[in-house]
């Protein structure tokens, strides 16, 4: 049987460029493919446009009947390859006639290989060029060697299907956007293969002022630690998946010191201030969203040679031993109170290891929500009820404060001054997480108060647990 290719394109909004991205398709010296289109929504101009592509036996157009989101649609192109080669090709990007002719190739000279690629030649706005390197190893150090890359080039490539991640959504569907959930599915994919690239540039991406990727840079900061945050959690489990063996505190540390410390070579889609300062709270951060990250571990272990081999600066130890330290001390607090018990929310108190998505920096009195939605995540203890105590922020009178633990209906109040405003936590297995709603969340600057810009709603001091 002849070795083949299932060429996946997602399309939204595409009708100014999709005709010519299909074209260079048209136009490779290997024919053996099937192209569909999976247009993201019945838009009418892409549908359009892309139908009139058709008269080829070899391309196809799909219209989902609901948007998807680009993860999304990607996943269910994933989903629905029939052939031996997966290839995701942008909308509005070109290759060299001989572009599927090489990656096939190669792939062939190289059966291990999960996925081929070459470099990426920018033409429009930009004219650099970008590549990435080989990845080869056990899976485990292969792994972890995309967990250092994050290199967006591979993603282009020609995939081996049979290595594509066996579940439901390749590219992992988190509550965030997902933005940078690519790198999730890579991380499988170079566990699963290695990954092999052709040194010519023969793949030509589209610098234009409606690419994707401008918008998901345009996203506000506290949107971004929430994308970095989940990246950095998915790539957790895909280690942890690879090698179940693998030290969880040393693989924590090698992780959140990819997330947060800049050296030479690294793209970030978030990074935090590099001072002491700013990378403990961006790991503290990290652990109040994913706190059985650090419940898994005991201690940093010495680096075992499989692939961990790896500086990982003291700024992030120093962090993770700080952040073990108050979560033990808030552990025996509260297996051993046996009443209510108010724990402080403050930059240096255990409090702030409870803070999931939605807060500013903890400061030395508490912390400012950032969002019109912010978590808290439970220890696990058992109470009847969550009492959270601070000040609204209210500038043109009372605002509406509502709390949730995702079971019922938000019971919203008005607030205008010092206050506090607490839920019941129902059901036998007691709530985790308990949300805060603030529909009026605004910033200083907007109500011409300050210069700052953060969406402020409720700055909290203190949280009480009661029995």
């Known amino acids: 049987m002849s070795a083949n290719i299932y060429i996946g394109m997602p399309v939204y909004q595409g009708s100014e460029f999709v005709a010519e991205a299909v074209q260079s398709i048209r136009n490779q010296t290997y024919g053996d493919f099937r192209l569909v289109m999976s247009v993201d929504g019945p838009e009418d101009s892409t549908v359009e446009a892309c139908r009139s592509l058709t008269s080829d036996p ?10 998807l989101g680009w993860p999304g649609n990607f996943n269910w192109l994933a989903r629905h390859c029939d052939r031996e080669y997966f290839c995701y090709w942008q909308q509005d990007d070109l290759v060299s006639d001989d572009y599927l002719m090489v990656l096939h190739e190669s792939q062939r000279a190289t059966p291990d290989t999960a996925i081929a690629y070459t470099d990426v030649q920018w033409f429009g706005e930009r004219t650099d060029r970008d590549s990435a390197v080989d990845i ?25 299907a049979s290595m594509i991640p066996d579940r439901a959504d390749p590219i992992p569907e988190v509550e965030t956007s997902g933005h940078q959930q690519e790198f999730v599915y890579l991380a499988d994919l170079a566990a699963a293969g290695r990954f092999q690239r052709v040194s010519e540039g023969l793949y030509f991406k589209r610098a234009h002022r409606s690419n994707a990727h401008r918008e998901w840079f345009a996203e506000s900061g506290e949107a971004r630690r929430d994308e970095w945050s989940a990246l950095g959690n998915g790539l957790i489990g895909v280690a942890e ?4 063996g693998a030290n969880a505190a040393s693989l924590l540390a090698v992780v959140l010191d990819r997330l947060t410390i800049v050296r030479s070579g690294r793209g970030f889609w978030h990074a935090p201030p590099q001072t002491p300062a700013g990378v403990s709270r961006s790991v503290r951060e990290f652990l109040g969203r994913y706190p059985d990250r650090l419940r898994n571990t005991a201690g940093v272990d010495t680096l075992r040679s499989n692939g961990f081999e790896r500086p990982v600066h003291s700024w992030v130890t120093s962090a993770i031993a700080t952040a073990r330290r108050d979560l033990a001390f808030l552990d025996v607090l509260l297996r051993d109170a046996d009443s209510d018990v108010t724990i402080e929310t403050g930059n240096d108190d255990p409090g702030s290891l409870m803070l999931g998505r939605g807060w500013s920096t903890p ?3 508490g912390v400012w929500t950032d969002s019109a939605v912010a978590e808290i995540n439970l220890p696990p203890h ?22 949730s633990d995702g079971r019922g209906t938000i019971d919203f109040q008005e607030f205008s001054s010092e206050c506090s405003i ?3 936590l129902t059901g036998d297995d007691g709530a985790r997480a308990v949300v805060i709603h603030l529909p009026d969340a605004t910033s200083p600057h907007a109500a011409g108060v300050s210069v700052d810009q953060r969406t402020l ?11």
Do not use: C, K, N
């Open 58 to 67: 070899r391309i196809e157009m799909v219209v989902q009947p609901r948007r």
């Open 136 to 160: 080869d190893g056990t899976p485990f150090e292969r792994a972890l060697q995309e967990i250092e890359a994050l290199h967006y080039v591979p993603l282009r490539g020609l995939v081996r």
């Open 241 to 244: 998946r690879t090698d179940p």
């Open 363 to 365: 400061e030395a009195w």
């Open 382 to 403: 058992r109470f009847a009820r969550v009492e959270l105590h601070g000040h609204p922020f209210a500038p043109d009178g009372p605002v509406r404060i509502g709390l």
């Open 422 to 424: 607490g839920i019941d």
């Open 457 to 467: 709603g409720f700055e909290m001091r203190s949280i009480t647990l009661r029995r």
